[in-house]
DNA sequence: CTGTTAGCGCTTTCAG
DNA sequence: CTGAAAGCGCTAACAG
């Protein structure tokens, strides 16, 4: 493997004119970088990642700090992990992942003080999260999918889960309905500040209680059976129910199920519609999900580019980004006919 | 951040024999090793991984080459890479992941050579793979997911395909079926040399010139649109089949909504097994349905153990390691009632 | 516009 | 069992 000595000699050059020509660091004469460029295509010369990093204190490499979360791993992680390693290397940055354990702040400390990356990627963020403070406290570079409760000074993308929620609802009630429900992912994940919980239910309910919707709310864990539960439960409280809106994909086959128990179909006689879903798992199921699909490739790459022009740029920028859920109708939502039976009685 | 040198000197021994305490690379007295390793608590000192890197010639950074398959990435892709990066991370190697195309080895030569990697993982490996011939040439460490037509000399784990038709298949006959389908991916995949494709279509070729079974066969894309029309024009082949095997999960809805279509029910009158599939999956249909999981999570880890031993005891092991799939019966198989009424008859 | 040189923080001979 | 010192391959002052 050829160093850059080798460059050096062969072009009769000296070394460190070889590093300018490379990095571009400062003016080379047109004829010196064309002699570099030759020696360097004739020896296959590749810089050795390693000893750049040392010498700069730039390693090029960030690492996405990846959680397992509670209710496993889907699509949309995937997607995540896919396209912010799309972006990294797009912009000259490769990417390491990091699977953590979120309540081990001092592995994180570790991990980070080994000068082996340049910033973090961190996904899956609670709104009270140590690994946000002890980050923020080293002052260590990071970016977020998601986002924490106090955000001055960090940069993020996430979903804007209000305005996917309102346009849920709104695609209900323009079919009619007036009874929908809301399920949840589960107890404990609302109750550790996982945003997306916290706030799509924040916002069905200040609808539910701005506009008069009849509405129930559930939580639910991430199981088809449970799913079969919850539904059950719900229609019990809420006998006129015609809809749901379940932001919890898991559960999904467990109301149709229950809801074909109950000999009604979908969706001439209850309507479902997934949100902060993907398009991959609405396809799985029969008939089609209409769902709200999570931008899951952009936030990916957004985080990455975010997270890397601070590098470059050295500061300290807080770029606070939402993006929208596309809501896509598909087989499982249909006009209310409970409500025009009684309408035409 | 402390250095090498701040610890020496805290601890009154010489640099070196800071670093052999840390690496256990020579002997060194019981009485001295406790104050090395005082002073290095004392400062919070944390090695420099791209330092000791570049002097050992060894990052302990291996990447997993990971490609964007025609198909679209599924929770099989996401499980090989989280349990890879779990599976370095225990042994103290970090995961780097290389988004890369198929078709660009020139690329995947220069990644090789910028000494960031210490090996490689391969995944999604067709029979003639120019990955891996370059890889060789190279004389680069790797070991593969999937394998190749040549793996003289070359570590792999991989699913016993063979096993795996012959379980789905022996489950349908328990079931009395006797005309069973069974649904490829798409004939581009077949006929690029994919592994999955080629080994479980073949075995299942060899099992109706055997036994006399009664068969169809059908590529199809990974579309529920596609399994929907595979379906139907298996059925106009051969009017009698009662089961199906698909090794394509995301025809599998399609299947389901032509046996709906014509009024048929899982599992009453028809089955569907799925196969090389997952539990996740699985569980997202109505009813669930039965498939052999794919063993994703110990074929990631298992490739990467295999890596780093490989690594560590720089020897050319070749270890060949065939995993079966776990047939797991849910609701989509059942006795076959159309053989039950013919034989009552 | 180009050369010289002192490190980056660690591993690993070579000596003792 | 411990030290001293020579690099690993590159970047970035410092000098011209």
Request: hydrophobic share 40%; glycine share 6%.
């Given at each position: 493997?050829?160093t850059?000595?080798d460059v050096?000699?062969?072009?009769?050059?000296?070394?460190?004119?070889v590093?300018?020509a490379?990095?571009?660091?400062?003016?080379?004469?047109?004829?010196?970088?064309?002699r570099?460029?030759?020696?360097?295509?004739?020896?296959?010369y590749?810089?050795?990642?390693l000893?750049?990093?040392?010498?700069?204190?730039?390693?090029?490499?960030?690492?996405?700090?990846?959680?397992?979360?509670?209710?496993?791993?889907?699509i949309t992680?995937?997607?995540?992990?896919?396209?912010?390693?799309?972006?990294?290397?797009?912009?000259?940055?490769?990417?390491?992942?990091?699977?953590?354990?979120?309540?081990?702040?001092?592995?994180?400390?570790?991990?980070t003080?080994?000068?082996?990356?340049?910033?973090l990627?961190?996904?899956?963020?609670?709104?009270?999260?140590?690994?946000?403070?002890?980050?923020?406290?080293?002052?260590?570079?990071?970016?977020?999918?998601?986002?924490?409760?106090e955000t001055?000074?960090?940069?993020?993308?996430?979903?804007n889960?209000?305005?996917?929620?309102?346009?849920?609802?709104?695609?209900?009630?323009?079919?009619?309905h007036?009874?929908?429900?809301?399920?949840?992912q589960s107890?404990?994940?609302?109750?550790?500040?996982?945003?997306?919980?916290?706030?799509?239910?924040?916002?069905?309910?200040?609808?539910?209680?701005?506009?008069?919707?009849?509405g129930?709310?559930?939580?639910?864990?991430?199981?088809?059976?449970?799913?079969?539960e919850?539904f059950?439960?719900?229609l019990?409280?809420?006998?006129d129910?015609?809809?749901?809106i379940?932001?919890?994909?898991?559960?999904v086959?467990?109301?149709?199920?229950?809801?074909?128990?109950?000999?009604?179909?979908?969706p001439?006689d209850?309507?479902?519609?997934?949100?902060?879903?993907?398009?991959?798992?609405?396809?799985?199921?029969?008939?089609?999900?209409?769902?709200?699909d999570?931008p899951?490739?952009?936030?990916g790459r957004?985080a990455?580019?975010?997270?890397i022009?601070q590098?470059?740029?050295?500061?300290?920028s807080?770029?606070?980004?939402?993006l929208?859920?596309r809501?896509v109708?598909?087989?499982?939502t249909?006009?209310?006919?409970?409500?025009?039976?009684?309408?035409?009685r």
């Amino acid at each position: 493997m050829p160093t850059m000595s080798d460059v050096a000699k062969r072009a009769g050059v000296a070394l460190s004119t070889v590093s300018y020509a490379i990095n571009g660091t400062r003016p080379i004469s047109d004829e010196t970088r064309q002699r570099i460029f030759a020696a360097m295509d004739e020896l296959g010369y590749r810089p050795h990642a390693l000893a750049r990093g040392l010498a700069s204190k730039r390693s090029r490499i960030i690492a996405l700090l990846f959680p397992v979360p509670e209710r496993g791993l889907g699509i949309t992680e995937l997607e995540f992990v896919t396209s912010a390693a799309d972006a990294a290397r797009e912009n000259g940055y490769n990417l390491v992942l990091w699977p953590a354990e979120l309540h081990d702040p001092e592995e994180l400390r570790q991990f980070t003080q080994q000068g082996l990356i340049d910033g973090l990627i961190v996904m899956e963020v609670r709104f009270n999260d140590e690994r946000i403070s002890l980050l923020r406290e080293l002052n260590f570079p990071f970016s977020m999918i998601g986002r924490c409760a106090e955000t001055t000074g960090i940069s993020y993308v996430d979903i804007n889960f209000e305005q996917t929620v309102q346009d849920a609802v709104n695609h209900l009630l323009g079919l009619g309905h007036t009874h929908i429900a809301f399920l949840n992912q589960s107890q404990s994940v609302f109750e550790s500040g996982y945003g997306p919980a916290v706030r799509a239910q924040t916002r069905f309910e200040q609808i539910m209680s701005r506009t008069g919707l009849h509405g129930v709310i559930r939580f639910c864990h991430t199981t088809p059976r449970a799913g079969h539960e919850a539904f059950t439960s719900m229609l019990a409280e809420q006998p006129d129910l015609t809809a749901i809106i379940a932001m919890n994909e898991r559960a999904v086959p467990g109301i149709m199920q229950a809801i074909a128990d109950k000999g009604w179909r979908v969706p001439d006689d209850f309507s479902i519609v997934g949100i902060v879903s993907s398009t991959r798992m609405a396809e799985m199921m029969v008939p089609p999900l209409t769902t709200s699909d999570a931008p899951t490739a952009e936030l990916g790459r957004m985080a990455t580019e975010l997270l890397i022009r601070q590098l470059e740029t050295q500061e300290q920028s807080d770029s606070h980004v939402l993006l929208p859920c596309r809501l896509v109708q598909r087989g499982s939502t249909g006009v209310c006919t409970r409500n025009l039976a009684a309408a035409s009685r």
